[in-house]
């Protein structure tokens, strides 16, 4: 029996186990940066089946460590999976419906991490197999900036490790339960937030000369900025900037002293972005000037590109066609939605891939009635350990 062969029958016996997982982590859910039943049922996890691992990387993360047993390279390969989920209140009627409201885990991160549980336990038992180190990283805060991923390189996740590349499997709504998508190069944005707060002296609306129109100011900083990306990026690279949130709190008569605008900037290209993020703050102060008012901007650090690595996507993509057949290998688009595995992929060669979890009964991502294929565990669980195992061999 080949390894490909012993990995679908392990993974086999082990689905209704990660099923189990599925199901406690989505009755469980637990927002960014508080996911400390999350990781206390993982470390649980990894403590009965013998996994030696770290715990409190970056708040709630753990990295759990399989040593190979074979004589050979000492090569080593990461896996990351995502504990955290969103402010949603769930709708889905079954037995395993979060029992924390306002909770869901609307994103799969619960699938990943049942999965990597999985994958590390079926690696663990074929230690014997391989030789050089498998992680597997169990990350906090990947919904809410500053980024779990970033917090967990600076507390030195891999300080006595050095990854030959770091792989991360994200569920996926668009394709069928059992199949896998891959595209190489940049495949998501940036992401950065952009608030800002215009200012004046306001007053009555029946007197504009006497006052400053915060309100006037503030929609001309809107329109400034969609004309930042339409006249002064470079028309190869995608970009959006987009403000969700405009509050102008005055009446139909009250010109307020001040106007509070949100919204979010999303680059393909690194060095756009920050070409942006230099130009937002002009564009905004100058408009709102223009109007008599001052303008406050605040841009904190957001989340880098994701970048997979053309040669490290290559090898994986052949490795799952070689596991799972060609049939079942596909592709997805690239978006302008954004993964803080983007730091990961700043420092590392990285693949990120995504798993079909599409069934009959699902809704979109990041809505109430997401919910997977549980179909989907058995393939996510089984290629991670293989792809781990095919690459220390």
């Not at 082990?14 to 469980?28: A, D, G, K, S, T």
């Not at 889905?92 to 990597?116: E, F, P």
């Not at 008012?293 to 053309?310: A, F, K």
């Not at 700043?346 to 979890?357: A, I, K, S």
Request: charged letters at 20%; glycine letters at 10%; proline letters at 5%.
């Amino acid at each position: 029996m080949n390894i490909g062969e012993e990995i679908l029958q392990r993974a086999g016996a082990i689905f209704p186990e990660v099923v189990q997982h599925y199901r406690w982590l989505h009755q469980h859910p637990e927002l960014s940066y508080r996911e400390k039943e999350t990781a206390a049922y993982v470390t649980a996890f990894l403590d009965r089946e013998g996994i030696p691992c770290r715990k409190g990387i970056g708040g709630d993360g753990i990295l759990a460590i399989v040593k190979g047993e074979a004589e050979g390279n000492r090569k080593c390969v990461a896996f990351v999976a995502d504990m955290d989920a969103l402010p949603v209140q769930e709708q889905n009627d079954v037995k395993y419906r979060s029992l924390n409201h306002g909770v869901m885990h609307a994103c799969g991160h619960d699938a990943q991490t049942a999965s990597l549980m999985g994958a590390a336990k079926m690696v663990h038992a074929l230690r014997s197999q391989f030789s050089g180190m498998a992680l597997f990283v169990f990350q906090p805060g990947e919904e809410l900036s500053p980024g779990g991923a970033s917090l967990m390189l600076k507390e030195g996740v891999f300080r006595d490790y050095s990854p030959q590349f770091i792989l991360k499997q994200h569920a996926f709504i668009d394709l069928p339960a059992g199949t896998v998508g891959f595209h190489a190069g940049t495949i998501m944005a940036s992401a950065d937030e952009v608030h800002i707060k215009v200012k004046g002296q306001g007053g009555h609306g029946a007197l504009p000369h006497e006052l400053n129109d915060t309100v006037l100011a503030a929609s001309q900083v809107i329109v400034a900025m969609q004309q930042l990306v339409s006249r002064r990026r470079n028309p190869f690279h995608p970009m959006v900037l987009s403000f969700g949130k405009f509050i102008a709190n005055g009446a139909t008569n009250v010109i307020p002293n001040e106007v509070t605008l949100a919204g979010s900037l999303r680059c393909m290209h690194e060095e756009e972005r920050h070409r942006m993020l230099q130009l937002i703050p002009q564009i905004a102060t100058s408009t709102a000037a223009a109007y008599g008012c001052s303008c406050d901007v605040d841009l904190p650090s957001g989340y880098p590109s994701v970048v997979s690595d053309e040669k490290v996507t290559a090898h994986i993509k052949a490795a799952t066609a070689d596991f799972l057949g060609k049939a079942k290998v596909d592709s997805f688009p690239k978006r302008m939605t954004a993964d803080d595995f983007g730091f990961f992929s700043q420092l590392y060669p990285c693949c990120y891939y995504r798993f079909g979890v599409g069934g009959a009964t699902s809704g979109p991502l990041h809505s109430a009635t997401f919910l997977i294929d549980e179909n989907a565990l058995k393939t996510s669980a089984g290629l991670a350990a293989y792809l781990t195992l095919n690459s220390l061999k």
